[in-house]
């Protein structure tokens, strides 16, 4: 039998960058949303992140060669990045697991979701 356990979380979501900036969102009650100018009429109101990957690149730096930021830069769509910056976050609440993920080896898997994917990546390829 398989078990799960979740030790962390981290958010990318409209106006928010991370965990602390969500919380403040939520309890100011406002919406953040805004129109959209991507196409088409503006009438419809969307959510777009707040997000910035660079400030995650120290903590990449630090555990991967020197490549590997640029790398996911060039490679990833933005919602995968998203993923990445809420997997980090997640790391960073429980200090200690990322030593036992490592100690556990293929024992341990962590499963990063980000939806569809990539939008612009999927049209592309199409």
Same mark, same amino acid.
């Given at each position: 039998?398989?078990?799960?356990?979740?030790?962390?979380?981290?958010?990318?979501?409209? #106006?928010?960058?991370?965990?602390?900036?969500?919380? &403040?969102?939520?309890? *100011?009650?406002?919406?953040? @949303? +805004?129109?959209?100018? !991507?196409?088409?009429?503006?009438?419809?109101?969307?959510?777009?992140?707040?997000?910035?990957? #660079?400030?995650?690149?120290?903590?990449?730096?630090? &555990?991967?060669?020197? *490549?590997?930021?640029?790398? @996911? +830069?060039?490679?990833? !769509?933005?919602?995968?990045?998203?993923?990445?910056?809420?997997?980090?976050?997640?790391?960073?609440?429980?200090?200690?697991?990322?030593?036992?993920?490592?100690?556990?080896?293929?024992?341990?898997?962590? @499963?990063?979701?980000?939806?569809?994917?990539?939008?612009?990546?999927?049209?592309?390829?199409?």
């Amino acid at each position: 039998m398989a078990r799960l356990g979740i030790f962390g979380w981290g958010v990318v979501a409209p #106006n928010s960058s991370n965990i602390d900036s969500f919380a &403040r969102n939520l309890s *100011s009650g406002e919406s953040w @949303l +805004t129109a959209f100018d !991507g196409f088409g009429p503006s009438t419809f109101l969307v959510g777009n992140p707040e997000f910035d990957f #660079n400030d995650y690149r120290n903590w990449i730096d630090q &555990r991967f060669p020197p *490549s590997k930021f640029p790398q @996911l +830069t060039q490679k990833m !769509g933005c919602t995968t990045l998203y993923a990445v910056g809420a997997f980090i976050q997640a790391l960073e609440q429980n200090p200690g697991i990322e030593d036992t993920l490592k100690d556990l080896g293929p024992e341990a898997q962590v @499963l990063i979701g980000s939806g569809v994917g990539d939008l612009p990546t999927q049209y592309n390829i199409s």
